[in-house]
């Protein structure tokens, strides 16, 4: 890829390729709204920051922006702080984003563009600059853009859109809709230039035959008058001939029948160059209108390639909404799970808590039944020791004498 970039740079130029680079610069820049730059300032970095900004605003985004100086008052380290900012954030996007390997590219000395405005330098930026516009979301809008350039501007343009390409890897060529649509555009164009032919063709045959019918108009006007003579001199024959000179009148008269003859017959081929003139002019519109339908169609292309895009996002948004939706089947079948788990816990709670009531009020009744014992223990123990003294006092009775003791 080396020698194919020595080879344009040799062939255009250097400056030819920087030209047509900063012309396209400027014009995105233009077209995106921003007031016009001075090409010579270019090597500060900011106008190209600008152009970056807009091509992929969530990349190159404002915080991004912000770091780049914008008045750097000619002062080189600023300059050259500003083109080290756009050098990585270009890289990382051609690696990280575009999955573009650089490895191949010629090297670019961001010094030399800070202090000496190089041209070559220079020219490297912009051409990677080019290819972030040809790949990014909004790529059909430049790629218009640039068909809408000079002829010489697109030749070299297109040019190195071509060397960027070479770097691609293969998965990311664009795909076969892609391409099918790149030759339905290749065709439609074809049909078109071959319909303008033809236009101009048709065109031609109409004027040709506009002149013959003037021609016609014309020899029929001189007809007219020939004719008219002979009326005059017909009658200026029959007024002044006698009788010997019948066949003088009779021979004027056979000059007029081949007038008239001759009349009709203009007039019969004029009305059919009339007739085939209106079928040319049908035709002619016909082309037009088909042109015009082709040409829609042309225009159409972007919007379908806009769509196809579209479609796909929307297919995977599609695809990552059925993964959620799927989650929360699984989700809602697992909470169904578990409230059909805490409904059965419920119910064993309640039979636990029933169970625990009718212990609890078995233990007040036993309780109760405790304090009951507890009593009569009292009671037995009181009439136990009752009975001990009077058992005492019957001894004392029977056998009376020293004290018995119990």
Known sequence: FNCHVIDMVEEIGVSDLYNCLTKWLEYCLSTGGHSAFDPHTISDGVAIAD????????????????????????????????????????????????????????????????????????????????????????????????????????????????????????????????????????????????????????????????????????????LASELENVRAQLKEAQSSLSDSNTAKVQQLQRQFEAAKLDKLRLENERDDVKAHGRELEAQVEGFQQKIQELAAENEQIPILKDSLEEMKYLDSKVKNYENVINQYKKKLEDAQEMRRQMKALEEKTTAYLQQNMDLEEELRRLSNTSSEVEKYKQRMQVLEKELAHEKLKLLEVRWPGPEVRG
């Open 51 to 222: 152009c970056l900004l807009q091509l992929d605003s969530h990349y190159f985004n404002a915080a991004w922006r912000e770091k780049i100086i914008s008045d750097t008052a000619g002062n080189k380290r600023l300059k050259l702080n500003n083109l080290k900012h756009v050098q990585r954030r270009i890289l990382e996007y051609y690696n990280g984003t575009l999955h573009i390997s650089l490895d191949k590219y010629p090297p670019l000395d961001i010094t030399r563009i800070a202090e000496q405005g190089s041209e070559v330098d220079l020219a490297r930026l912009l051409q990677l600059v080019l290819g972030i516009a040809i790949h990014c979301d909004g790529k059909e809008q430049y790629i218009q853009a640039i068909m809408e350039m000079d002829q010489e501007v697109q030749h070299v343009v297109m040019g190195a859109i071509q060397q960027l390409m070479t770097l691609e890897s293969p998965n990311v060529v664009a795909g076969d809709e892609y391409k099918e649509l790149e030759e339905q555009h290749r065709q439609v164009r074809a049909e078109v230039s071959v319909l303008r032919a033809e236009k101009e063709r048709l065109l031609q045959s109409v004027h040709e035959l506009e002149g013959n019918l003037r021609s016609v108009v014309e020899e029929k006007s001189d």
